[in-house]
């Protein structure tokens, strides 16, 4: 089992792709790029190679976005996290933990709860509504993208998504939670 990322359920030969440390933007495309290429060599179907491609780019959006800053290695702050795609006989998981900031619990967990709520066509309706909002700046001004980006992983998904929220355990980031979400596809 991975115990040296908590909130990773998955062993290494489960893993078909797995990437961890500070996210930046060359590094998420990077991390693309590789993605892509190991889908193919996997022989992942067209569907669930689009589908498991977005959601990792939003994924990874949404860390070098929104992740709680905390210590590094070398001293400095950064934004760090971990995404796991794994196989299972059913079906592709796509994980993700990183590190949240307490005080953005409340309004992320109101967010997928909502989603979690609603049906394929709820979420395809609320991205289009999401789309011609005009006012999102003023009425969410934390979110950078409307809310599309965790409308697009839950639909991508096929199972409603989940997530948690546990303590990191650093006496350095007290106000920080470790935040994990997987999405099925």
């Known amino acids: 089992m991975n115990d040296t990322l908590p909130g990773m359920p998955f062993t290494d030969e489960d893993a078909i792709f797995f990437c961890r440390g500070e996210f930046s933007a060359p590094i998420i495309a990077a ?6 290429a190991r889908l193919e060599a996997e022989g992942v179907s067209g569907a669930a190679r689009r589908r498991l491609f977005s959601t990792f780019v939003e994924m990874a959006q949404n860390v070098l976005h929104y992740a709680a800053e ?3 290695p070398h001293g400095a702050p950064g934004k760090t996290g971990a995404i796991a795609i794994t196989r299972t006989p059913a079906y592709y998981a796509i994980d993700c933990v990183n590190h949240v900031r307490s005080d953005f619990v409340p ?17 395809k309706r609320s991205y289009r509504m999401q789309l011609h909002n005009i006012d999102h700046a003023d009425d969410d001004p934390i979110s950078r993208g409307a809310g599309l980006g965790l409308l697009t992983i839950a639909r991508d998904s096929t199972q409603p998504l989940e997530y948690a ?6 006496a350095h980031t007290p106000d920080v939670l470790l935040f994990r979400m997987r999405a099925c596809i």
């Open 31 to 36: 991390a693309a790029e590789s993605l892509k």
């Open 70 to 72: 905390v210590p590094l």
């Open 107 to 123: 309004r992320l967990s109101a967010k997928l709860d909502a989603l979690r709520q609603m049906s394929l066509e709820d979420i």
């Open 165 to 170: 929220f546990s303590p990191c355990g650093d």
